[in-house]
């Protein structure tokens, strides 16, 4: 049973940065994906952007793309960069690993149900 763990969240003003970080409860295996979801207040989770652990390979929701990056520094720790943040970025952000996912579909690598393992959520506020 691997446990993760968010922290980095908090209230920004529009045009920000914040940086999420996930810990791994024990050393984690190099296979499948991990991933941040995002769910507003009345609204699906949704992938924001994953990471497949053994190639480095990305993806992003368009939504995000050229303002987060996804990355990794070691086998226990992942993290999200958010840059440039705006009001529709406010959420609870999710930590997710799919250490058995080895699709590149993107329907799956963003579909929460891929991903076995969930942390409790950052919340993310930003202000206009």
């Known amino acids: 049973q691997v446990q993760l763990l968010e922290s980095g969240g908090g209230s920004v003003q529009a045009g920000g940065s914040l940086r999420l970080s996930c810990a791994a409860s024990r050393y984690y295996t190099n296979s499948g994906w991990m991933g941040w979801f995002r769910q507003a207040p009345g609204k699906e989770r949704e992938g924001v952007a994953s990471?497949?652990?053994?190639?480095?390979?990305t993806y992003y929701a368009d939504s995000v793309k050229g303002r987060f990056t996804i990355y990794r520094e070691n086998t226990n720790t992942l993290y999200l960069q958010m840059n440039s943040l705006k009001p529709e970025d406010t959420a609870m952000y999710y930590c997710?690993?799919?250490?058995?996912?080895?699709?590149?579909?993107?329907?799956?690598?963003?579909?929460?149900?891929?991903?076995?393992?969930w942390g409790q959520g950052t919340q993310v506020t930003v202000s206009s």
């Open positions: 997710a690993a799919a250490p058995f996912l080895s699709t590149t579909d993107v329907r799956r690598v963003f579909g929460a149900d891929s991903y076995n393992y």
């Open positions: 990471i497949r652990l053994a190639l480095g390979s």
